[in-house]
T-cell receptor, first 110, second 115 residues
Framework: RKEVEQDPGPFNVPEGATVAFNCTYSNSASQSFFWYRQDCRKEPKLLMSVYSSGNEDGRFTAQLNRASQYISLLIRDSKLSDSATYLCVVNEGTGNQFYFGTGTSLTVIP | DTGVSQDPRHKITKRGQNVTFRCDPISEHNRLYWYRQTLGQGPEFLTYFQNEAQLEKSRLLSDRFSAERPKGSFSTLEIQRTEQGDSAMYLC?????????????FGPGTRLTVT
């Protein structure tokens, strides 16, 4: 079983739509969680860390459900510039090793 | 630019040759990571340094791969006797000792093509 699993998509949504991605992880001892964004042929860029209480950054909201071992990312009022691959990342808490999902592809359509 | 830098950005080599990549992390970041990414996949962890010590190495990393960070600053990743299956993007990331949640910042990557 993979450490982190994501629906690869693709998700094609119109501008202004709300879209949600989920990601599940297998190690219940995992402590740190992140969402990264990766544009085509570019490096991943940190979008946001995911905290136990959930957190929001503008149009982006991240949630953590430890009981069910999943994290989610909600994007409201989608913009064309949100088109990218969104990577879910999990660390067991030591900072030594990070596990990435395969990424979820999002295309926002005019 | 004070971000993570990697050199070269692209490398084309023939099967069987050795290649070496360099990563310069963000200044004063004590943690440094190497990843490999192939098309349609997320980055795959290769190895991790804290200062000059290599603390973690993926079981998937064959003996042909070696990494160093001799002075706790820049790092090199060497692949010996390259194979076509080594073709991938090699990404370096760094993280600060002050970061309790270990946010990583990535370099632009080195794209390796083995012919």
């Amino acid at each position: 079983r993979k450490e982190v699993e994501q629906d690869p998509g693709p998700f094609n949504v119109p501008e202004g739509a709300t879209v949600a991605f989920n990601c599940t992880y297998s190690n219940s001892a995992s402590q740190s969680f992140f969402w990264y964004r990766q544009d085509c042929r570019k490096e991943p860029k940190l979008l946001m860390s995911v905290y136990s209480s959930g957190n929001e950054d503008g149009r982006f909201t991240a949630q953590l459900n430890r009981a069910s071992q999943y994290i989610s990312l909600l994007i409201r009022d989608s913009k064309l510039s949100d088109s990218a691959t969104y990577l879910c990342v999990v660390n067991e808490g030591t900072g030594n090793q990070f596990y990435f999902g395969t990424g979820t592809s999002l295309t926002v359509i005019p | 630019d004070t971000g993570v830098s990697q050199d070269p950005r692209h490398k084309i080599t023939k099967r069987g040759q050795n290649v070496t990549f360099r990563c310069d992390p963000i200044s004063e970041h004590n943690r440094l990571y190497w990843y490999r990414q192939t098309l349609g996949q997320g980055p795959e962890f290769l190895t991790y340094f804290q200062n000059e010590a290599q603390l973690e190495k993926s079981r998937l990393l064959s003996d042909r791969f070696s990494a160093e960070r001799p002075k706790g600053s820049f790092s090199t990743l060497e692949i010996q006797r390259t194979e076509q299956g080594d073709s991938a993007m090699y990404l370096c990331a760094s993280s600060s000792r002050l970061s309790l949640s270990y946010e990583q910042y990535f370099g632009p990557g080195t794209r390796l093509t083995v012919t």
